[in-house]
């Protein structure tokens, strides 16, 4: 049995499928600089559907403030699709034949980024899996919040030491549109002390109304969950001047989502019988993402922020500090 989710399209019959969205996604994380890595594979539309598109994104921090990589948009008669595979012609992701391991390949030399990579899990099993309602519709989520790395990723010409690299993978599915009035906040953390942060919570485009956050702590092979009145996430907002925006077409209709609203300073506080913990993010530099839904008109705009973070915890009455770098997806 594989260690991985599968992608989950419609049914002919399914009254919703128009709304459908699934994406596999690989952050891989460089302790010693710093910096960020993400992969994703996505799905837009119902496979039927001549308007569906498959959606590949290839981006990497600088340590300058700067992001490297580029994104590939394709038809799903252009793109090749199996029930743990999304391949495109410059990015592609897919789980190993055997199920222990996730691959994902990226050969976008024009844009500075090259990557062959193999995930392997370090816990036994997915640490959440949980649909809630969004939208018109709902969302999925189940994740692997720590990976070992191996293989080979060139950046903007430099070969990049995995000695040290972490890995986090998720997968999403359900049945929205881009451009309803739903967002979400999300983030993923890696810090000395062998510890993985991942909190997330659905809201609306404002980021007024907000679900219940979901928070975990990995600490080597244990798992610290905890419930929501136990969670406090909060962070400063101002207009932050976006690095970089894919795809550069959409971006130019755009242009008054260049310098949005968004999270400067992210704390996250969580304390319960076992674990207490307060993180603290700081935002070096953001890349936005903007997603037009193929099946009817409306956008939704990903902003992933990347930074420096540290970390003051008390675990199994053992008092840490730690210190890492992380990503925070900010959705409107």
Not at 4 to 23: E, G, H, N, Q
Not at 84 to 112: K, N, P, Y
Not at 161 to 173: E, I, P
Not at 308 to 326: K, P
Request: hydrophobic fraction near 40%.
């Amino acid at each position: 049995m594989s260690r991985f989710d599968a992608l989950r399209p419609p049914v002919l019959s399914d009254p919703t499928a128009a709304a459908y969205k699934d994406w596999f996604h690989l952050n891989v994380f460089l302790p010693d600089s710093g910096r960020v890595v993400l992969i994703n594979l996505s799905l837009h539309g119902p496979p039927w559907d001549k308007r569906a598109r498959a959606v590949g994104v290839a981006l990497a921090s600088t340590q300058d403030g700067d992001w490297i990589g580029g994104i590939e948009i394709a038809s799903l008669s252009d793109s090749r699709i199996d029930t743990q595979a999304l391949f495109l012609s410059t990015v592609s992701m897919a789980v190993t034949r055997d199920g222990t391991a996730l691959h994902a390949r990226v050969a976008r030399r024009e844009d500075g980024f090259e990557a062959d990579l193999t995930a392997r899990p370090l816990l036994a099993t997915a640490s959440l899996d949980l649909t809630a309602g969004f939208g018109s519709g709902w969302i999925g989520w189940s994740a692997i919040p720590t990976l070992a790395l191996s293989g080979t990723l060139r950046i903007d010409g430099e070969d990049i030491d995995l000695t040290h690299a972490r890995g986090y993978h998720d997968h999403n599915w359900g049945r929205w549109f881009w451009g309803e009035d739903v967002a979400w906040e999300w983030g993923a953390w890696v810090l000395s002390e062998d510890i993985t942060i991942v909190a997330a919570r659905g809201t609306d485009k404002a980021h007024h109304s907000r679900q219940p956050p979901h928070v975990f702590l990995v600490q080597g092979t244990r798992v610290y969950g905890f419930t929501p009145d136990q969670i406090e996430l909060s962070y400063d907002a101002a207009p932050t001047r976006t690095a970089r925006r894919l795809p550069g077409a959409l971006a130019a209709i755009h242009p008054d989502r260049r310098a949005p609203d968004l999270p400067r300073t992210v704390t996250l506080r969580a304390d319960s019988r076992l674990a207490r913990f307060e993180l603290t993010f700081e935002t070096d530099t953001a890349a936005q993402l903007l997603l037009s839904d193929p099946m009817r008109p409306g956008a939704g705009f990903i902003n992933e922020l990347a930074g420096r973070c540290h970390l003051v915890a008390t675990l199994d009455h053992r008092m840490l500090r730690a210190r890492g770098s992380g990503v925070f997806e900010y959705v409107e």
